[in-house]
T-cell receptor
Framework: NAGVTQTPKFRVLKTGQSMTLLCAQDMNHEYMYWYRQDPGMGLRLIHY???????AKGEVPDGYNVSRLKKQNFLLGLESAAPSQTSVYFC????????????????FGPGTRLTVT | ELKVEQNPLFLSMQEGKNYTIYCNYS?????LYWYRQDPGKSLESLFVLLSNGAVKQEGRLMASLDTKARLSTLHITAAVHDLSATYFC??????????????FGAGTRLTVKP
């Protein structure tokens, strides 16, 4: 199993450009998450999904959109990139709630380092 | 609003010593997570704590949860250099708001010196 993969690994954008980050998981997980991590900080949740076709806003959703058309994929879009969106983006997935601790465990992808100039 | 505070933010300790990292959170939550992150790498799940009084141990790390005090601890026993990393705690608000919003602490950067 590949686990959680992210594409691309690195990207440089100019202000105002758009792009889509792809997250894929092969563990048949219901829940998927997008986070950003800025230097010296913990992760902040952007959007998440509790199943195919569903999405919800997290702590910092402004400037981002997401889609979960297939259970295994979770896309993060930046419509008009801004320098404030320079960050490392992590995707994660989990089985979902079943009462067992292991079902809530999140598996993280390797990250995408995005720079907006 | 759910807030998560970790302390200390930086911890330098000698091999063989014990220490504890603290994680306080501001509102009721029954799920507490601990993660490890090596420099330039992704996050690795260490523990998921679901209930008051839960205690989990893996090697030299032991995590506990006190939901009444809104406090979790990560105890390091007889530290070794390989434990050098940044440790994050996180909580989610599912219990309270029927969603899955996650909040992370700022992280504790641990350095274990010989």
């Amino acid at each position: 199993n590949a686990g959680v993969t992210q594409t691309p690994k690195f990207r440089v954008l100019k202000t105002g450009q758009s792009m889509t980050l792809l997250c894929a998981q092969d563990m048949n997980h219901e829940y998927m998450y997008w986070y950003r991590q800025d230097p010296g900080m913990g992760l902040r949740l952007i959007h998440y999904s509790v199943g195919e076709g569903t999405t919800a806003k997290g702590e910092v959703p402004d400037g981002y959109n997401v889609s979960r058309l297939k259970k295994q994929n979770f896309l993060l879009g930046l419509e008009s990139a801004a320098p404030s969106q320079t960050s490392v983006y992590f995707c994660a997935s989990s089985y979902g709630g079943s009462g067992r601790p292991s079902s809530y465990e999140q598996y993280f992808g390797p990250g995408t380092r995005l720079t907006v100039t | 609003e759910l807030k998560v505070e970790q302390n200390p933010l930086f911890l330098s300790m000698q091999e063989g010593k014990n220490y504890t990292i603290y994680c306080n959170y501001s509102t009721t939550s029954d799920r507490l997570y601990w993660y490890r992150q090596d420099p330039g790498k992704s996050l690795e799940s260490l523990f998921v704590l679901l209930s008051n009084g839960a205690v989990k141990q893996e090697g030299r790390l032991m995590a506990s949860l006190d939901t009444k005090a809104r406090l979790s601890t990560l105890h390091i026993t007889a530290a070794v250099h390989d434990l050098s990393a940044t440790y994050f705690c996180a909580v989610d608000t599912n219990f309270l708001y029927n969603n899955n919003d996650m909040r992370f602490g700022a992280g504790t950067r641990l350095t274990v010196k010989p």
